[in-house]
């Protein structure tokens, strides 16, 4: 061993030690881990942000060193079956349709497997696998995010392990660009670069999106590369990039009201205008009379029908039922209600705020999603990314303790049907509420 190598060891000895904890703890999450084994789940989960916590605050100008360990963490799933979700048996079932030239948006699963002529390898494992709930379902994923599943399908072949591990592919390319874009941006902003790790080191991220396959991560990349471009005034390649962002989830929808204010009137009509046509550009291979029916059909599903993980519904819920109200017609009551309030909330922010600064501009980002998310019926665990995201660029650090007790909704896995402990998310979310009144106290004491 070389004395420098020797040297670099004694330096980072305890470091080094965290890192390899790291590494044993995310192969035993990904090959020895059943998601009905809650207590082990939450183990760790716990160990991992504590060992998070600590490379960031030890190493935290060593950008090497954990960029390193990051992308090692996320290598450590490659080969795995995603073991908290099975939404990935729906991605290779579209990526085999679109492969195929077939539109994904026009027929079901339940109806597809019945053809005789079925294009789509290993059709009855995929279908038995995405479960009921999707398989009767048309698909909700907008078109670039439907591209790349065609791409990890494509590559995958007849394999689902291949195209599971094209999938992983992806999603580590697009983490490494959100790394690269992130720590730019950070710069651009005054503010410490070190802070992308909290991201690319956060344990809710690497096992949702490498080892879960969520799209969060590529739509994140196209999100932070927009902004960005942004933050250099190359505002209308910032429009083809967001507008690659919301193909692939629709989420930064809920923004683009903002930009009224970050431009003046002319600027920004010309900014929606390059969104709608790139936008516009990529629905149009998939368009048909019957796919804007089908899709926005689906999507409206999200507001009416489903609920997991949520905040302030569950409460009404449970005080709505001491008053002998139907669970199943409360959630279509208030699902017409969120898209009124999240409206109302965007809004507000659009004019009442000086959007003009890009730090502000990132603030009222921060601010609508959470509020969104708190009204929501349903807050997948892997939803809470975006916000981690947006808080790196702001003063605000509660998005990153919601990362860390979200992981206490993972209980519903436990149980074949499901059922969530109300006790559990309590907790995550009051301990939210809490922090997150205690940071904007703080916040009004200094100014």
């Not at 999106?209 to 799209?215: A, D, E, I, K, V």
């Not at 940071?439 to 100014?447: A, D, P, Q, T």
Request: hydrophobic share 50%; aromatic share 18%.
């Amino acid at each position: 061993m070389s004395n420098s190598l020797t040297t670099y060891v004694k330096l980072h000895k305890v470091s080094l030690v965290l890192a390899f904890l790291s590494i044993v703890f995310y192969y035993t999450f990904a090959y020895h881990l059943e998601r009905t084994d809650f207590v082990k789940l939450v183990t760790l989960f716990a160990a991992l942000f504590f060992l998070c916590y600590k490379l960031v605050q030890f190493e935290k100008w060593n950008f090497r060193f954990l960029l390193g360990i990051g992308i090692l963490s996320r290598l450590v799933f490659l080969v795995a079956e995603p073991n908290l979700s099975q939404d990935f048996y729906r991605f290779i079932w579209d990526g085999q349709l679109v492969r195929n030239l077939q539109n994904p948006y026009l027929n079901v699963p339940d109806t597809l497997i019945t053809q005789s002529n079925l294009v789509i390898a290993n059709a009855q494992q995929l279908y038995e696998g995405m479960g009921s709930l999707s398989a009767r379902h048309f698909s909700n994923y907008p078109p670039l995010n439907q591209l790349f599943f065609a791409i990890a399908a494509f590559f995958g072949g007849k394999s689902i392990l291949g195209s599971i591990i094209a999938l992983r592919g992806i999603s580590i390319l697009a983490d490494i660009g959100i790394f690269y874009f992130g720590r730019k941006l950070l710069k651009n902003l005054n503010r410490s670069p070190h802070l992308i790790f909290w991201y690319f080191l956060n344990p809710l991220v690497i096992v949702e999106l490498t080892g879960n396959l969520h799209f969060e991560g590529v739509m994140l990349f196209f999100f932070v590369w927009a902004l960005y471009l942004l933050s250099l005034n190359k505002w209308q390649w910032a429009g083809v990039v967001l507008a690659c962002s919301i193909s692939v989830k629709l989420v930064p929808l809920l923004f683009l009201p903002l930009f009224l204010k970050h431009f003046n009137f002319k600027k920004s009509i010309l900014f929606y205008l390059i969104i709608g046509a790139t936008s516009l550009l990529l629905f149009v291979p998939f368009y048909s009379p019957e796919f804007i029916h089908n899709y926005s059909k689906t999507i409206g599903l999200w507001f009416s029908n489903f609920e997991f993980n949520a905040g302030l519904y569950n409460g009404i819920k449970q005080i709505a039922i001491q008053f002998d109200a139907k669970p199943w017609e409360l959630i279509k009551t208030y699902g017409k209600l969120t898209p009124l309030i999240t409206i109302a909330t965007v809004l507000l922010f659009t004019f009442l705020r000086k959007n003009q600064d890009l730090k502000v501009l990132l603030s009222s980002m921060l601010w609508i999603l959470t509020i969104y998310y708190f009204i929501s019926p349903t807050v997948h665990p892997w939803y809470v990314i975006f916000l981690v995201t947006l808080t790196l660029f702001t003063t605000y650090r509660y998005a990153l303790l919601w990362s860390a007790v979200i992981v206490l909704s993972y209980f519903a896995y436990a149980h074949a049907d499901f059922k969530e402990h109300m006790g559990l998310v309590a907790i995550e979310y009051i301990s939210v509420y809490a922090y997150l009144i205690y940071e904007i106290i703080m916040h009004r004491n200094k100014k």
